[in-house]
């Protein structure tokens, strides 16, 4: 089955700064790479996702990127402000399964 | 309109009592799942139901019995609780597009469970 890895599992950023987030997968059948955001309390949100016929896929401060060939994705975010400071999961799979990654914590110091 | 809602949002109970939560999505989704977030917040899928019928079952004690009334609704329902199952669950539905894999999850607010 597939398994998705995380790192780094904690990051801190100054405000202003990018932060970088990866993941890796195992199962060259997944087609469908999501990035979930959960902030405290509440259940994660899907804040961009990507496809595997696509490379990169970018949204305002959010980018993401898929390497199929060596099976990561990165999820970018640029400009940091205090509000982005959640638990960000990665996630891969196709039909109705998703394969979470273990999540990394994102802490955006003002 | 809440898309997808759980109730009850806190659950504290006894070491093996019967609980029940419950979910509904107004999204008109085919597909509703059940996830288990442990304290170090790993997401871990448990069931999916597609139109009633379940599709995934990730090796869950069969303590946990999901229920499906209608493709709006996915119960869960746990017997004999024990303090592992202590935990936040999460609801979540997604719309099948056929083989397309579109499968954007929107969750619920979550259920934290607490067994003493």
């Given at each position: 089955g597939e398994n998705v890895e995380q790192h780094p599992s904690t990051l801190s950023v100054q405000e202003g700064d990018s932060a970088v987030i990866k993941c890796t997968y195992s199962d060259?059948?997944?087609n469908y790479f999501p990035w979930y955001k959960q902030e405290l309390g509440k259940g994660p949100q899907l804040i961009i996702d990507i496809r595997s016929n696509v490379g990169e896929k970018k949204d305002q401060r959010i980018a993401v990127t898929l390497n199929k060939t060596a099976k990561h994705f990165s999820l970018h975010i640029t400009e940091?402000?205090?509000?982005?400071s959640a638990v960000y999961f990665c996630a891969a799979g196709g039909g109705n399964k998703l394969v979470f990654g273990a999540g990394t914590i994102l802490r955006v110091k003002s | 309109d809440t898309a997808v809602s759980q109730t009850p949002k806190y659950l504290v109970t006894q070491m093996g009592n019967d609980k029940s939560i419950k979910c509904e999505q107004n999204?008109?989704?085919d597909t509703m799942y059940w996830y288990k977030q442990d304290s170090k917040k790993f997401l871990k899928i448990m069931f999916s139901y597609n139109n009633k019928e379940l599709?995934?079952?990730?090796?869950?004690?069969?303590r946990f019995s999901p229920k499906s009334p209608d493709k709006a609704h996915l119960n869960l329902h746990i017997n004999s609780?024990?303090?592992?199952?202590s935990a936040v669950y999460f609801c979540a539905s997604s719309q099948e597009v056929g083989l397309a894999a579109y499968n954007e999850q929107f969750f619920g607010p979550g259920t934290r469970l607490t067994v003493l």
């Open positions: 060259s059948a997944s940091t402000q205090p509000e982005d | 999204l008109g989704h599709i995934i079952n990730e090796t869950v004690p069969n609780l024990e303090l592992g199952d």
